[in-house]
């Protein structure tokens, strides 16, 4: 039911989903019993279907309810109590437009993570890049760029340069640099992002024309 669920929300199809997720729920409830890890994963998955939807003050509720069992049941580091941090800090920051309630979720998502995995963990370094995008948020973007430049530099000795969280970690950091006015530092990334993209995922690929977009802007930008 819930594999279903989620390969219907692939497919972007999330009202047919939603009942499914319901439905995965309440079973799980009756079965299991509320606290039941695989029914905390249901409400979970429950209330990231529901903030697609739009009913943002709902996934809120299911996302809190969430961590806070996690919290009592698995302990305040397990991994799943640290996907429930980072669902709420998202739901939050992306879809409740409060980013100053999202910023401690991080910070604290990304100190657990590195106390449990380690600093360069792929894991840690993705919380490292949350961080860094929620003060880019709230216009502390010098904040965020040392964030940028560790996430990078993480990604690219553990995933190697080509991989496609490596590239987001490019992309991440000329942006900041951009906001921060050093579009000369910027573009070399961008263009080194492109080769790496064009031969990787093709030169058509979403992803890619974003990165070529962003290459001919500030071009146009630079030369006036």
Not at 72 to 94: E, Y
Request: some cysteine.
């Amino acid at each position: 039911m819930s594999d279903l669920a989620s390969c219907l929300e692939s497919f972007g199809d999330m009202s047919s989903a939603l009942p499914l997720h319901r439905r995965a729920v309440e079973s799980r409830q009756r079965l299991l019993g509320p606290e039941h890890p695989d029914t905390l994963s249901s409400v979970n998955s429950l209330a990231g279907c529901v903030g697609s939807l739009g009913d943002v003050a709902s996934a809120l509720l299911l996302f809190r309810h969430t961590l806070d069992r996690r919290e009592r049941v698995l302990g305040p580091d397990h991994p799943d109590t640290l996907i429930s941090v980072n669902n709420l800090a998202f739901c939050l920051g992306r879809h409740h437009g409060d980013a100053e309630s999202a910023l401690p979720l991080f910070r604290r998502a990304l100190e657990s993570s590195e106390r449990v995995r380690g600093p360069d963990h792929p894991t840690t370094l993705i919380s490292v890049n949350n961080l860094a995008a929620c003060l880019n948020a709230l216009d502390d973007a010098a904040s965020a760029l040392p964030l940028y430049r560790r996430a990078l530099e993480g990604s690219k000795r553990v995933l190697g340069p080509e991989h496609p969280d490596t590239l987001t970690s490019v992309n991440n950091l000329a942006g900041c640099l951009v906001r921060l006015g050093d579009t000369a530092s910027a573009l070399p990334l961008f263009r080194g992002a492109l080769e790496i993209s064009e031969r990787a995922i093709g030169p058509e690929h979403p992803s890619t024309r974003l990165i070529r977009d962003n290459i001919e802007y500030l071009e146009r930008v630079a030369s006036r």
